[in-house]
T-cell receptor
């Protein structure tokens, strides 16, 4: 079974600085999707960024970018110019195809604290 | 468009009871997935419904069940509650099969005493 590992339970970053959250996954598939979701305290989970495995170019969304290393099965999230509103739980997720349907596998999350 | 809604938001039950949680997806969304979120375990996939059919099921005991109605609203039921069932239960919807994003609801916080 595919697995997603987030080895950093908690990270801290100073406001305006850059932080990188790590994620590794295990799969034998060649085509898949990877995601980073953000869950602010007591608020709904929202999509931050996604990456299609067949695309070599790293995805970017404003201050958020990924470093996708397909051979190493690594998918890290970089947050630039960190803001107080970035404080949240961040979940890395992998989407697999199961019998023609789709199933998401999530990591255990990284709690990001932003220090003023 | 209204987002994914879940009711109730908070629930307290005692061991041995059963509970039903409800999820209303975004209008037009046909796929609904359920997750259990606990500290240290992240999100564990429970099941996914599409057009009233359960298509995928996670590794949970048979006490956990669900269904989807013709209007895409979904319910999950947990029977014979155990202390370990205390968790945040999240529902997520997608407009169609293979869509590359899930839209999450606020969750139902279940506490089992």
């Amino acid at each position: 079974a595919q697995t997603v590992t987030q080895s950093q339970p908690e990270m801290s970053v100073q406001e305006a600085e850059t932080v990188t959250l790590s994620c590794t996954y295990d799969t034998s598939e060649s085509d898949y999707y990877l995601f980073w979701y953000k869950q602010p305290p007591s608020r709904q989970m929202i999509l931050v960024i996604r990456q299609e495995a067949y695309k070599q170019q790293n995805a970017t969304e404003n201050r958020f970018s990924v470093n996708f290393q397909k051979a190493a099965k690594s998918f890290s999230l970089k947050i630039s110019d960190s803001q107080l509103g970035d404080a949240a739980m961040y979940f890395c997720a992998y989407r697999e195809v199961v019998g023609g349907t789709y199933k998401y596998i999530f990591g255990t999350g990284t709690r990001l604290k932003v220090l003023a | 468009k209204a987002g994914v809604t879940q009711t109730p938001r908070y629930l307290i039950k005692t061991r041995g009871q059963q509970v039903t949680l409800s999820c209303s997806p975004i209008s037009g969304h046909r796929s609904v997935s359920w997750y259990q979120q606990t500290p240290g375990q992240g999100l564990q996939f429970l099941f996914e419904y599409f057009s009233e059919t359960q298509r995928n099921k996670g590794n949970f005991p048979g006490r956990f069940s669900g269904r989807q109605f013709s209007n895409s609203r979904s319910e999950m039921n947990v029977s014979t509650l155990e202390l370990g069932d205390s968790a945040l239960y999240l529902c997520a919807s997608s407009p169609r099969d293979g869509y590359n994003e899930q839209f999450f609801g606020p969750g139902t916080r279940l506490t089992v005493l």
